[in-house]
């Protein structure tokens, strides 16, 4: 059993993570942190919120964190996931308010409290991740490991150079590749290629009550790509920690820009650099059949309980 703290900016692609995570028997979510991301911090908490109940997820806790990034303006993703966060999903509204306190301190207190024994892994801005770091540097060796969906090392999304995640706050971004740990990344390389093509949708009809969340969340996600189907970026994040061997992994260096005029936020990738000291695992490849595979298994444990 693998233990995830999830930080989360829900967000349609998030709530999908979520729900491979809530359907994957070798997985434990131990914990939910909320980051202003795709929608402002109020609604990524409502969502996240009610996702919980919606999921089943039980006594979790979910805490807010941080609402906007370390130090620029609000960038918000309301064109592709709604303006409520979850596009035309529309989930009963949660009955239990989030737990007490602050993101930062929840991970910080989870993951001492279980030292190399919990996975993070993060999904949206990385602001509530560096303000971790900053704060107590000992995550860095208390985290089992850190798997992010974010980045690329060939494109952005946002704008042409940079991922949505990284743009947002790319700060947090560099004080978190920076850390000293071995960032899991999965970028736009790869999660572009998990695609909710028109065969996956059909799978994903005949699953009863979570259907009412996969359809028209996946049928209203604002980016249809040339290939086909909006791509399910955070659920990636999810299955490299079901199963790794799903991606092919290369050690690299990365750097986050900060400075650039049209490059804020890219992910500068060293592949060569790596016998140096590489910070991060980039993944570069993903086997989209035997990923989908996954992620409807578990999808379709979650609608038969
Ligand atoms: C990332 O940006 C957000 O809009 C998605 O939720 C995902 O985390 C993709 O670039
Ligand atoms: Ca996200």
């Given at each position: 059993?693998?233990?995830?703290?999830?930080?989360?900016?829900?967000?349609?692609?998030?709530?999908?993570?979520?729900?491979?995570?809530?359907?994957?028997?070798?997985?434990?979510?131990?914990?939910?942190?909320?980051?202003?991301?795709?929608?402002?911090?109020?609604?990524?908490?409502?969502?996240?919120?009610?996702?919980?109940?919606?999921?089943?997820?039980?006594?979790?806790?979910?805490?807010?964190?941080?609402?906007?990034?370390?130090?620029?303006?609000?960038?918000?993703?309301?064109?592709?996931?709604?303006?409520?966060?979850?596009?035309?999903?529309?989930?009963?509204?949660?009955?239990?308010?989030?737990?007490?306190?602050?993101?930062?301190?929840?991970?910080?207190?989870?993951?001492?409290?279980?030292?190399?024994?919990?996975?993070?892994?993060?999904?949206?801005?990385?602001?509530?991740?560096?303000l971790a770091v900053r704060k107590e540097p000992r995550v860095v060796e208390w985290a089992r490991d850190?798997?992010?969906?974010?980045?690329?090392?060939?494109?952005?999304?946002?704008?042409?150079?940079?991922?949505?995640?990284?743009?947002?706050?790319?700060?947090?971004?560099?004080?978190?590749?920076?850390?000293?740990?071995?960032?899991?990344?999965?970028?736009?390389?790869?999660?572009?290629?998990?695609l909710v093509t028109s065969d996956v949708l059909e799978r994903m009809r005949p699953l009863g009550r979570?259907?009412?969340?996969?359809?028209?969340?996946?049928?209203?996600?604002?980016?249809?790509?040339?290939?086909?189907?909006?791509a399910i970026h955070d659920a990636c994040a999810v299955a490299y920690v079901l199963d790794a061997s799903?991606?092919?992994?290369?050690?690299?260096?990365?750097?986050?820009?900060?400075?650039?005029?049209?490059?804020?936020?890219?992910?500068?990738?060293?592949?060569?650099?790596?016998?140096?000291?590489?910070?991060?695992?980039?993944?570069?490849?993903?086997?989209?059949?035997?990923?989908?595979?996954?992620?409807?298994?578990?999808?379709?444990?979650?609608?038969?309980?």
């Amino acid at each position: 059993m693998t233990k995830l703290l999830i930080d989360c900016d829900p967000g349609i692609d998030d709530a999908l993570a979520l729900a491979l995570a809530a359907g994957s028997p070798s997985l434990e979510i131990v914990g939910i942190t909320t980051v202003g991301g795709n929608v402002d911090l109020s609604l990524t908490t409502a969502n996240a919120l009610a996702l919980r109940e919606f999921l089943d997820l039980g006594e979790v806790p979910v805490v807010a964190g941080s609402p906007g990034a370390l130090l620029r303006h609000d960038v918000r993703a309301t064109t592709v996931h709604g303006s409520s966060g979850l596009g035309d999903a529309v989930l009963p509204p949660a009955t239990r308010p989030a737990e007490d306190g602050h993101a930062v301190d929840f991970i910080i207190e989870t993951l001492r409290a279980a030292p190399g024994e919990i996975t993070l892994v993060a999904i949206g801005p990385l602001t509530n991740i560096a303000l971790a770091v900053r704060k107590e540097p000992r995550v860095v060796e208390w985290a089992r490991d850190f798997v992010i969906m974010g980045g690329s090392y060939t494109r952005g999304n946002t704008n042409p150079a940079a991922e949505f995640n990284m743009l947002a706050d790319p700060e947090a971004a560099a004080i978190v590749f920076e850390a000293g740990w071995s960032v899991k990344m999965l970028g736009l390389d790869v999660t572009l290629t998990a695609l909710v093509t028109s065969d996956v949708l059909e799978r994903m009809r005949p699953l009863g009550r979570l259907s009412d969340l996969l359809v028209p969340a996946a049928t209203s996600y604002g980016v249809v790509t040339a290939e086909g189907g909006p791509a399910i970026h955070d659920a990636c994040a999810v299955a490299y920690v079901l199963d790794a061997s799903l991606f092919t992994c290369v050690p690299a260096v990365v750097r986050v820009e900060t400075a650039g005029r049209y490059t804020s936020g890219m992910t500068v990738t060293d592949f060569k650099a790596a016998d140096r000291g590489a910070n991060a695992l980039v993944a570069t490849s993903l086997d989209v059949k035997r990923f989908w595979d996954v992620v409807l298994d578990a999808y379709t444990r979650l609608a038969a309980r």
